[in-house]
């Protein structure tokens, strides 16, 4: 290897620090991520191109013990004077709807761009938002709000061909994907694994919303919307919390060669968009078998650049902090709304056999077909061969476990052939008729 010292720098460069400038932010918001925010703000500089200053700081109670050291912040709990510091830009992480979205809208149309990390915010109220941002011409920046710490949605909004997306696959939660590493990594129990994942601040204020997958469903309608240009509700998508899954299920889907991981997957190659949120056994050929802890990743499928993997911190303050001020600069910049929402992502322009589609949202359904990981648990499994019997009823098993007598129950695990779903949930009701065993069945991704 061969060592430049003193290497000039070279003057074309991308990343020429330009000069200084500072950047007035009213910050809604001061808990976990409005608190980093305000303090790598602090830190950033004299190290950045930009230099920020907090004008002002929206909190429900300012003499609340806080992890930064807030005295020298102009806090308020009057929303009003944080409209009124004349920001150059609106920070919003108050999470949830109300009061951000009232917020959000009186500042875009007060002419203020918006930088927001709330994915509840664009996942229930995005049509409104963005509409707004659009009449008032103004950037409303939502970098964050997916994979936190992975900037990839405004990468993918300025380039058109790269974002020819037709589906995804994705890690989107950090907290369960956290909780199923510990429990296949270190055989640890769920509740001491979400304590510490919480201890660490990647948990939602309520940790029901990571656990039962709302967080990671919210995230999936925010992509929707960015990607495909569709207005999909929360509630048009199946989804299933990960409580479900314990320590064995870890321990047979490693024995198949696999893992469990919190899964959000769509498709809208075809007349509907298929969507699921929940645990999926992941073959440890597919990468994202290899995403852990709080890591989060997305792998594109693109029209013209093949499949797109996108991985990173998906959540913690800082990095969170991070990708909201680098929107910031990006909104301060930017004169006009730069969301996708405004031109659509679709491939349809660009796809033939896609090209007839309005922009009406079509219609949404769950994972249908593809393999399954199965558990079959019953007092007395042992006297029934169940994977003979499925296959019988048209079921092709690729992998079966030995049968677990743990606990005085009787467990067995199954990885399935392609099966459609509706055929395999006949299939195991006929079984369950038979032998009296429960089953418990996830989608299976190669
Ligand atoms: N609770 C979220 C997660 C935080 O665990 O991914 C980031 O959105």
């Not at 620090?17 to 910050?27: G, S």
């Amino acid at each position: 290897m061969t060592i430049v010292a003193n290497a000039p720098r070279v003057q074309h460069s991308t990343i020429d620090p330009a000069p200084v400038r500072e950047i007035r932010v009213a910050v809604l918001g001061l808990g976990q991520v409005g608190g980093a925010i305000a303090a790598l703000a602090a830190r950033a500089r004299g190290t950045l191109p930009a230099s920020f200053e907090v004008a002002s700081a929206l909190v429900r109670d300012p003499r609340k013990p806080r992890a930064i050291d807030a005295a020298a912040l102009p806090l308020t709990t009057d929303p009003r004077t944080a409209l009124a510091s004349k920001p150059d830009v609106l920070v919003e992480v108050l999470g949830g709807i109300e009061p951000a979205r009232t917020l959000v809208l009186e500042a875009l149309n007060a002419g203020i761009p918006v930088v927001t990390a709330n994915k509840t915010l664009l996942a229930y109220c995005g049509a409104e938002l963005f509409s707004a941002a659009a009449a008032a011409g103004v950037p409303l920046l939502y970098e964050a709000s997916v994979l936190a710490g992975v900037p990839f949605l405004g990468t993918l909004g300025r380039r058109p061909l790269a974002r020819s997306v037709t589906g995804f696959r994705a890690i989107l939660n950090g907290t369960s994907n956290f909780v199923l590493t510990r429990m296949a990594r270190d055989g640890a129990g769920f509740a001491e694994a979400l304590t510490s994942a919480q201890r660490a601040g990647f948990a939602e204020p309520d940790p029901s919303k990571d656990i039962e997958g709302d967080d990671a469903v919210e995230k999936l309608c925010v992509l929707l919307r960015h990607l495909a240009g569709f207005d999909i509700h929360p509630s048009q998508i199946d989804k299933t919390g990960i409580a479900g899954v314990d320590g064995r299920d870890q321990q047979h889907a490693s024995a198949f060669g696999g893992t469990v991981r919190p899964v959000a997957a769509a498709d809208w190659s075809g007349e509907t968009v298929t969507a699921y949120v929940g645990p999926v056994y992941v073959e440890g050929t597919n990468a994202l078998s290899r995403v852990d802890g709080v890591q989060n990743a997305i792998a594109l499928t693109t029209l013209w650049s093949g499949e797109l993997f996108f991985s990173g911190p998906g959540a913690g303050p800082t990095v969170t902090a991070a990708t909201v001020l680098d929107d910031v600069v990006e909104a301060s910049q930017n004169g006009e709304a730069t969301s996708i929402e405004h031109e659509p992502a679709s491939p349809r322009a660009a796809n033939p056999r896609l090209r007839h589609r309005s922009r009406q949202t079509p219609p949404v359904t769950s994972v249908n077909d593809g393999a399954w990981f199965v558990r079959l648990t019953s007092s007395s499994l042992g006297e029934a061969d169940a994977p003979s019997l499925l296959a019988s009823l048209g079921v092709r098993i690729r992998r079966a476990s030995c049968i677990d007598a743990r606990s005085g129950r009787h467990s067995q695990w199954l990885l399935t052939h392609p099966c459609g779903r509706a055929h395999l949930d006949a299939a195991l009701d006929v079984l369950s008729a038979k032998t009296g065993c429960s089953a418990w069945r996830i989608p299976a991704l190669e």
